[in-house]
């Protein structure tokens, strides 16, 4: 059973943290300052209702009767109040009521036994918190929008980094190892982005050294062979005829291919290969070249075009596609020229699962029933050989109705993208100037 993975980039993770901690600090500050402005509010209104008592106290003790709406013995006095008044002190008190405006109240005792009482509602604190609140919950839904804009900033300047520095390192594992990770990600401020790129490419630059190192000893070692291997190939020669030397010969020659295909392969990995190249008539090419090859493959020019192109690489490619579909796959093989595009189809298993995922690979070849023998090596040249032309190469298995599929059952074809503008002696494109 797949687990359900839910993808969100690196800005609205920060985002998002950052909203929810200015949401968590705003929310808490909102009630601390509510808290602490309404028993602020509530402990002046005690001072003022106790200064009106003593004030109201004072004229009665000149008057002897209760002023500002003072009262005498108040019925309604509060439980707890009365009890202070029992014990002969002068208090205030905070009556919460069912509307949310509390009750103030205030009293003394008096020489004669008696109590002077003083209330009334405290109508200000509920308009002045209301106002309170509002104000708070502004200033939160605006630290939490702030925040978010700030995570947006931070998390977006991050996440392109990041994104360069991923494109980059997608470039490198293309081949390109001239993409230096540290110089796409750029910036002025330095943070764990840079760390990551400068570790990226030291680990480029190593995987380079070793490839290179690779290249070399079996460049070198495929060299070495020649010469023995062309002598051996030249004694072979001088053996009587006969069935045993018939094998040695086939077995020699067999050796030599192999070291002059590892010898061509070291030299398109070195990358110095560089096209000739002529104007050819791609279609009439084709099919010149594939007659002499192999006279009973199918040729279909659907349109002819004229391209420039190494016509010596242009063959290599061809009889190594060629020579695959006859090794490797089944009967009738078909070769159709479209334009810039030469497809070449047979109709056998098709290419393994491994081949059309990674591509051709040397010393492997895949599946049994299509390439189990062999060094794996003739797809690898003709994949080089396009590169070098500027070309693209790319495998796909039919299915038996003839559209595209993966079941293998319909054949393999091979297609050879021809660039419309070939590269230049150094390898790169020419620069297209266009009108005006």
């Given at each position: 059973m797949k687990r359900l993975t839910l993808r969100t980039g690196v800005r609205w993770k920060i985002s998002i943290a950052i909203a929810a901690v200015g949401a968590l600090v705003a929310v808490a500050l909102s009630l601390v300052v509510h808290n602490s402005a309404r028993v602020s509010m509530l402990d002046n209104s005690r001072e003022v209702q106790m200064e009106r008592l003593l004030f109201a106290e004072r004229m009665y003790e000149s008057t002897k009767e209760p002023r500002l709406?003072?009262?005498?013995?108040?019925?309604?006095?509060?439980?707890?109040?009365?009890?202070?008044?029992?014990?002969?002190?002068?208090?205030?008190?905070?009556?919460?009521?069912?509307?949310?405006?509390?009750?103030?109240?205030?009293?003394?005792?008096?020489?004669?036994?008696?109590?002077?009482?003083?209330h009334s509602k405290f109508a200000d604190s509920t308009t002045i918190m209301k106002d309170l609140d509002r104000s708070l919950i502004i200033g939160s839904v605006s630290v939490v929008f702030g925040g978010c804009a700030l995570g947006v900033l931070i998390g977006g300047q991050?996440?392109?980094?990041?994104?360069?520095?991923?494109?980059?390192?997608?470039?490198?594992?293309?081949?390109?190892?001239e993409v230096r990770v540290g110089d796409a990600v750029g910036g002025v401020v330095r943070d764990e982005t840079d760390d990551l790129a400068r570790a990226v490419d030291a680990l480029t630059d190593a995987l380079n050294e070793r490839i290179e190192a690779e290249r070399r000893v079996t460049a070198d070692i495929a060299h070495e062979l020649r010469t023995p291997v062309t002598g051996l190939l030249t004694a072979a020669e001088l053996l009587p005829?006969?069935?045993?030397?018939?094998?040695?010969?086939?077995?020699?020659?067999?050796m030599r291919t192999l070291v002059e295909d590892v010898l061509e392969v070291a030299r398109l990995d070195s990358a110095s290969e560089r096209a000739e190249l002529q104007e050819i008539a791609?279609?009439?090419?084709?099919?010149?070249?594939?007659?002499?090859?192999?006279?009973?493959?199918?040729?279909?020019?659907?349109?002819?075009?004229?391209?420039?192109?190494?016509?010596?690489?242009?063959?290599?490619?061809?009889?190594?596609?060629?020579?695959?579909?006859?090794?490797?796959?089944?009967?009738?093989?078909?070769?159709?020229?479209?334009?810039?595009?030469?497809?070449?189809?047979?109709?056998?298993?098709?290419?393994?699962?491994?081949?059309?995922?990674?591509?051709?690979?040397?010393?492997?070849?895949?599946?049994?029933?299509r390439a189990g023998h062999g060094?794996?090596?003739?797809?690898?040249?003709?994949?080089?050989?396009?590169?070098?032309?500027?070309?693209?190469?790319?495998?796909?298995?039919?299915?038996?109705?003839?559209?595209?599929?993966?079941?293998?059952?319909?054949?393999?074809i091979a297609v050879l993208w021809l660039p419309e503008h070939a590269p230049t002696t150094t390898g790169s494109f020419p620069i297209l100037r266009l009108p005006g």
């Open positions: 709406g003072t009262k005498l013995n108040d019925p309604t006095l509060p439980r707890d109040l009365r009890a202070k008044m029992n014990q002969g002190r002068r208090a205030t008190h905070v009556q919460e009521t069912a509307s949310g405006v509390p009750d103030v109240w205030a009293a003394v005792p008096l020489s004669n036994g008696t109590v002077l009482s003083l991050l996440s392109r980094r990041l994104r360069r520095a991923a494109a980059a390192a997608g470039r490198v594992a293309q081949g390109n190892t005829p006969g069935r045993p030397t018939e094998l040695v010969r086939d077995r020699a020659q067999a791609l279609g009439e090419f084709v099919a010149r070249r594939v007659g002499v090859l192999n006279p009973a493959i199918k040729i279909k020019v659907v349109h002819d075009s004229w391209v420039s192109t190494d016509p010596r690489r242009l063959e290599r490619i061809l009889g190594n596609l060629l020579a695959n579909a006859a090794k490797h796959g089944g009967t009738p093989v078909e070769v159709t020229v479209e334009g810039r595009v030469v497809r070449v189809r047979d109709h056998g298993p098709g290419f393994p699962d491994a081949l059309l995922r990674e591509g051709p690979s040397r010393f492997r070849t895949g599946a049994t029933d060094h794996g090596l003739g797809l690898t040249i003709a994949a080089g050989q396009a590169r070098v032309l500027g070309a693209r190469l790319t495998f796909r298995n039919a299915s038996p109705e003839g559209i595209e599929g993966r079941d293998g059952s319909g054949g393999a």
